[in-house]
């Protein structure tokens, strides 16, 4: 698929097919501000007007046999696409080929579009009454700024349903070839957030759940705050040799599967340069298998 970065009359970024590709880093970070919502968009929905219908569709970790047979149907009959960056790429040709695919994903340390316009945006396109794909990361569910859009839809009164799927987290203990359960040693997973709305570690963090040895927890978007987090937990108790398994680009070509432990993993993040997505999973993991 062949797909092309452009921004619209009004500013904003469109991508369409079969024109040459132009990934989005190259676009200027004005590119990505300077288109407004028309103030129809926040207005609540007419009776009269035809009102669209939204799927928030989970797209998997990027393999696109992972996506589930309902995401596929959902993107084939969808007439617009508002995809994240992490949810571009092969999934993305499972849309009709008419479908207008616009790019509005955020990635940390990058130009990104901002939630209310993004919001914004979604109400506009179901209120002009066309059948919307948001398309979104892993679990739609999972750390996605899904209740942000719900409660702009429900806001507007547009209708909407929530297509489930595979998070990569499941797709990374997959991967490695690992459970994230185990019937002695870990009866309980736990998904914690590495960075806040700033990109920092968040301050609230309950320590003695997250250092608690027989729990299996998975860190999303914690590559750059591992460093200060395996302090955090080599202070809470939690030994410096429990086994960590480090998870980038599950489901791509370049995908990068490291078995560590929580000292490995601090030494190899000091200071090392996050272009990828990346998962930490630490706890009584089954490397022995
Ligand atoms: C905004 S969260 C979205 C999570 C998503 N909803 C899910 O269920 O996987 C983005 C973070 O998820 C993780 N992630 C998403 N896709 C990934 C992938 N293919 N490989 C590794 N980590 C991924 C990374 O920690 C990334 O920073």
Redesign the pocket.
């Known amino acids: 698929m062949t797909v092309i970065a452009q921004l619209s009359f009004n500013g904003r970024i469109r991508h369409r097919r079969g024109e040459s590709f132009k990934p989005r880093h190259c676009l200027k970070r004005q590119e990505w501000y300077s288109w407004k919502p028309r103030p129809k968009a926040l207005a609540l929905p007419d009776p009269a007007t035809p009102t669209g219908f939204v799927s928030l569709v989970?797209a998997g970790?990027?393999d696109p046999e992972l996506l589930t047979l309902k995401a596929a149907n959902r993107l084939s009959r969808a007439e617009v696409v508002l995809y994240?960056d992490?949810a571009s790429g092969p999934v993305l040709d499972h849309a009709h080929p008419q479908a207008e695919l616009i790019a509005v994903g955020?990635r940390?340390g990058r130009p990104s579009a901002r939630q209310d316009h993004v919001n914004a945006l979604l109400v506009e396109q179901a209120l002009a009454g066309r059948r919307v794909v948001r398309l979104?990361?892993?679990?739609?569910?999972?750390?996605?700024?899904l209740e942000e859009e719900l409660v702009a839809l429900a806001a507007a009164g547009i209708a909407f349903e929530i297509v489930p799927?595979?998070?990569?987290?499941s797709?990374?203990a997959a991967a490695a070839g690992i459970p994230l359960t185990r019937r002695l040693t870990a009866r309980r997973v736990q998904f914690i957030?590495?960075?806040d709305v700033t990109g920092q570690l968040p301050g609230d963090i309950h320590w003695a759940a997250i250092a608690d040895p027989a729990v299996t927890t998975v860190?999303?978007?914690?590559?750059r705050s591992f460093p200060e987090l395996a302090a955090g937990l080599r202070a809470h108790g939690m030994p410096g040799d429990t086994p960590a398994l480090f998870?980038?680009?599950?489901?791509?070509p370049h995908?990068r599967l490291i078995r560590t432990t929580i000292d490995g993993l601090d030494r190899m993040l000091q200071g090392a340069a996050v272009t990828?997505?990346?998962?930490i999973i630490y706890g009584p993991l089954a490397f022995d298998i």
């Open positions: 989970s970790p990027g994240d992490l955020k940390a979104k990361s892993g679990d739609a569910g999972f750390f996605g700024r799927g595979v998070t990569s987290a797709a990374a957030t590495g960075a860190v999303f978007m914690g590559q998870a980038e680009s599950v489901g791509h995908q990828q997505p990346g998962l």
